[in-house]
């Protein structure tokens, strides 16, 4: 594995992004999320959620609308 990035990850989507989860997702949400995985990680990915409980408020996200975010670590496969 090879580190990748740091991203700032919508709280929304870490459940989706870490094991599948849709639920409370709506269809423009889960795109948003594909896009994101597969343009950045085409071969798959392992990502290091250490700081998951520490959310904050960021207006650029890595994708979607300004909201509450966690920084996690991604590493390519």
Known sequence: M????TFKIPTYAVCYIEMGDA???DDNDIKLIEDFV???FPKGYVADWSKIDQ???SSCPEF???TDVVDADFYHL
Do not use: D, V
């Open 2 to 5: 090879t580190f990748a990035a």
């Open 23 to 25: 639920e409370g997702l």
């Open 38 to 40: 597969r343009t950045n």
């Open 55 to 57: 959310p904050y408020f």
């Open 64 to 66: 979607g609308k300004a």
